[in-house]
């Protein structure tokens, strides 16, 4: 199939249409735009089969003579991007955009009318906030813009698109998820979004664009994307499909194992670099393995031997010494705690000594005042005999009641301080008492201390002799694993190299699918690039290689974009021949990129008439936006449908600056 281009002469560009095929099976058959519903109509653009050339012009390419046209900024790739939203995409802006048109267009509203399969669909979609969704079959748009309850949502249209074009198949040989629909990856392929710059074919959208793609559509691993191209090109069947998830089963299988192996590696040389620390072996000539493991269980049985004859009576001579070690710690507290109530209760007497000795001169003075007591009346000393013979005063003061109160007063102080002499005698007797209880504790905290370390010392060598004989069992257990895991690594490789070899001839298989596209490729090359040119397009194990040669192997940029386009057409052509899944449908926003030649942008445009009026007829549609200035005999009706300007804003798209 790779030589096939090499050896015959390509033929030119046909396109063999099916006999009851009179118009694409889907296109769109107007785009609509209004302020809200059933009020003010900003854009009312008619398309039709064939080509649709929307146009900004650029510099002085106006044709009504507005000065130097501004040919950007006029609305062409937001025109695209509602023509993807009213077919089925969740966005038709970025955030920013969007938010600007809402805030516009509060209750806006864009409409189109779907033809698939001679059936309308009307499609309407809010450009503001708080609208429903609806899709109607065999349904008036206007009508429907104006549609009231409940909404129907997105889903019957693509729901249709798949059932009557894509087919069940599709999603399955694809290989999209569970629950993904097939329509919306396929609509990302028809509908490139201009940040791709048409850079590559299996670029369709850019994070730029803030279109919220599923996958595969966007993201950077392009595998998935060329296995939903190969499906919806019919490239594909379900037993390579198959094949393919076995290869994939067996490569992450692979993966596995060699991750298992080299942590079984990792493990191996881990333990056996602790083993030669821990015995002592690092200055020690060792031979390789597996004879390196037999030194190193001869050495480590030896030491568990040793550790074994430790003595081992350590155990009870330890339990005897703790439970010595809590006596005396007893004994210790109780001697403190009866030497801290006699300090406790010192300072208590000594205050009770303070208060009595404080009333002795009370009553030493009581006792004088008996012996010569003061008038009660005129508060005057008399003497007893006076007092005797005194008719005021009937009470005088017993003066032998007073002094008993007063040696025994002293009496109690004396026996005070003979109570606080022997508190202090019997402290001082503790502070031996407590000082031998605290010797005794801490001695017998040392010696648990002390049996406790060589109980510690006998398990820690018991416990690394014996991790030591096991780290030797289980690094010998290693070699076993690592040889079953090197088997199993061996017939794992074999096993996809040769569900490698069944894929490769697949891709023979399909040689002819493939060789259908790079025929009609080749084919749309020479047109644009003359008879000397000619393209390729492959399937490898790397992915769809696509080549243009035009006096040699052409890769600069503008080259680059030109095999996109023309593999978008060489897939357009089998499309309408009906050798696909997917519609006879494509949009191409601006894409004029790089340094490619006006010369050769017009072909294109008169590829495009061509395939309509000579080839295949209205049985494809074809969008294409441009800032550059079509070919004059076809930048006109019908092919021209509308006109769009930067400035002023009533020229854009919306009718206004946003």
Not at 127 to 140: C, P, Q, T
Not at 209 to 223: F, H, Y
Not at 407 to 426: G, L, M, P, Y
Not at 471 to 479: F, G, I, K, M, P
Request: glycine content about 6%.
């Amino acid at each position: 199939m790779s030589q096939q281009d090499e050896l015959f002469p390509v033929p030119p560009l046909s396109v063999e249409v099916p006999k009851d095929l009179t118009e694409p099976r889907l296109w769109v058959r107007r785009l609509k735009i209004w302020k809200e519903p059933g009020g003010e109509i900003i854009r009312d653009i008619e398309l039709r089969p064939g080509l649709n050339i929307i146009w900004s012009p650029d510099g002085d390419d106006d044709p009504e003579g507005h000065g130097r046209a501004i040919g950007h900024g006029s609305g062409k790739t937001l025109f695209c991007r509602l023509l993807r939203y009213c077919l089925g995409e969740p966005r038709f802006a970025d955030e920013v955009q969007r938010d600007a048109i809402s805030a516009t267009f509060l209750n806006g509203v864009v409409g189109a009318e779907v033809m698939l399969d001679g059936v309308c669909w009307a499609v309407t979609r809010p450009l503001g906030v708080g609208r429903k969704h609806f899709a109607i079959e065999d349904g008036d748009l206007d009508v429907v813009a104006r549609m009231e309850g409940t909404a129907t949502g997105i889903e019957p249209l693509i729901d249709a698109i798949e059932a009557k074009i894509l087919g069940e198949e599709a999603s399955q040989l694809a290989r999209l998820s569970a629950g993904q629909r097939a329509w919306p990856v396929a609509l990302a392929w028809a509908t490139r979004d201009q940040e791709c710059r048409f850079d590559d074919v299996l670029d369709w959208r850019s994070p730029a664009s803030g279109s919220d793609a599923p996958q595969p559509a966007s993201g950077e691993s392009k595998g998935p994307r060329l296995l939903a191209m190969r499906a919806f090109l019919s490239a594909i069947t379900e037993e390579e499909q198959a094949t393919r998830r076995q290869e994939q089963d067996l490569a992450s299988q692979l993966d596995q194992a060699k991750r298992q192996r080299s942590f079984l590696e990792w493990d191996q040389g881990r333990r056996v670099e602790s083993l030669i620390r821990e015995l002592g072996l690092g200055d020690t000539s060792l031979p390789d393995m597996p004879l390196l493991l037999d030194s190193l269980k001869s050495v480590a049985e030896e030491k568990l031997a040793a550790a074994a004859k430790l003595p081992s009576g350590v155990r009870a001579e330890l339990d005897e010494a703790r439970r010595a070690s809590q006596n005396a710690r007893i004994a210790l507290r109780d001697v403190e705690l009866k030497a801290a109530g006699l300090d406790a209760k010192l300072p208590i007497e000594e205050k009770l000594l303070t208060q009595m000795s404080s009333e002795i001169p009370g009553l030493s003075a009581a006792a004088q005042s008996a012996a010569s007591p003061i008038c009660p009346i005129c508060e005057v000393p008399i003497d007893t005999a006076l007092a005797e013979g005194c008719k005021l005063s009937h009470k005088l003061p017993d003066q032998a009641q007073c002094r008993a109160r007063w040696e025994a007063k002293r009496q109690e102080v004396d026996a005070q301080r003979q109570a606080i002499a022997s508190f202090r005698a019997e402290i001082d007797a503790l502070k031996p008492e407590v000082a031998l209880a605290r010797q005794k504790a801490q001695q017998a905290e040392d010696r648990v201390d002390r049996l406790e370390k060589a109980a510690d010392t006998r398990n820690t060598s018991w416990r690394t002799a014996t991790r030591n004989v096991e780290d030797v069992q289980r690094s010998a257990e290693l070699v076993d694993e690592l040889a079953h895991a090197e088997s199993a690594i061996r017939k794992l490789d074999e096993d996809l190299q040769r569900v490698r070899e069944r894929l490769r001839g697949f891709e023979y298989k399909q040689a002819k699918a493939i060789g259908a596209i790079s025929q009609k490729f080749s084919a749309i090359i020479r047109r644009l690039l003359g008879d000397d040119a000619k393209g390729i397009v492959r399937l490898t194990g790397k992915g769809l290689e696509i080549s243009v040669e035009a006096g040699g192997d052409r890769r600069t940029a503008a080259i680059q974009s030109l095999k996109v386009l023309a593999f978008d057409l060489a897939c357009l052509c089998l499309s309408i021949e009906g050798r696909t899944r997917i519609p006879a449908f494509l949009i191409h926003d601006s894409p004029r990129e790089a340094d490619l030649g006006q010369t050769i942008y017009d072909e294109h445009f008169r590829l495009l008439r061509a395939l309509e009026e000579e080839l295949a007829g209205g049985t494809f549609q074809y969008l294409i936006t441009t800032t550059t200035r079509p070919p004059q005999d076809i930048n006109k009706g019908p092919w021209r449908r509308a006109v769009l300007r930067g400035a002023p804003g009533r020229e854009r798209l919306l009718g206004c600056d946003l």
